[in-house]
């Protein structure tokens, strides 16, 4: 997409790495006002800045963006679930929470994998994901590991189906941003509210290879009447 980006990662795997998602959440403050302190003293520009970031990396991606004082983008992949009632800051009193990824960027998006089939919701936050810009459902067919694996397999997937996006170069293409589909990749009615329905897009991928999803089309919502179009087959 940007082949004369710098690229740059931040790793905090020691403070993620804790079995009790609270306590790595309580990290994410801290995470996030060093990388900005970094990017700060490295001269990087807000406005010329992406943050891409998985699980509760994307909430890390999101207090930077905050930090910064808006970014240019932010690609949230299957936020982790909670993120309405995360305490990212276990040093400061009382609760400190994410801001909606469409308020600390001036465009957000987010992968989040679909709710139907899955047990537990302790993987991605799928109403969550619906405060970026443009969020979408990812529905995926023809897997076939373990029952138990589901779910983590499902939220660490959601990463390699961006990576195939990026590497096949399919772009977006201009959306009605009202919101269409549910936690579940299915289209809402014309005449239905969208309030249970915040995501713009649902994307079908083939998991048959776990480490090399496969997209196989992008359905999205055209026009205010709710027609649907698809498109990357």
């Not at 995501?199 to 055209?222: A, F, R, T």
């Amino acid at each position: 997409f940007y082949p004369n980006s710098q690229v740059v990662t931040l790793d905090w795997k020691d403070g993620a790495a804790d079995r009790n998602l609270y306590s790595a959440a309580g990290r994410i403050s801290a995470v996030a006002r060093w990388g900005v302190d970094r990017l700060r003293e490295l001269g990087i520009n807000k406005d010329r800045t992406i943050l891409i970031g998985h699980s509760l990396g994307a909430y890390v991606a999101g207090k930077m963006g905050e930090f910064f004082g808006g970014v240019k983008e932010i690609v949230a992949l299957d936020p982790a679930w909670g993120g309405t009632n995360l305490d990212v800051d276990g040093d400061t009193f009382g609760l400190q929470f994410v801001r909606n990824f469409r308020d600390v960027a001036s465009n957000s998006t987010a992968l989040v994998a679909s709710d139907s089939g899955i047990v537990g919701r302790w993987a991605g936050d799928n109403d969550f994901a619906g405060t970026a810009n443009n969020s979408f459902i990812v529905n995926f067919s023809n897997y076939n590991g373990s029952l138990l694996n589901k779910t983590t397999d499902y939220h660490g997937a959601v990463v390699n189906t961006f990576a195939d996006q990026v590497a096949r170069n399919l772009k977006v293409p201009s959306l009605n941003r009202n919101g269409w589909y549910n936690n579940n990749g299915e289209k809402r009615s014309s005449s239905q509210s969208n309030s249970s329905s915040p995501h713009e897009g649902n994307i079908n991928v083939n998991l048959s290879d776990l480490n090399n999803p496969k997209i196989s089309n992008l359905n999205y919502v055209y026009d205010s009447q709710g027609n649907q179009a698809t498109t990357w087959t």
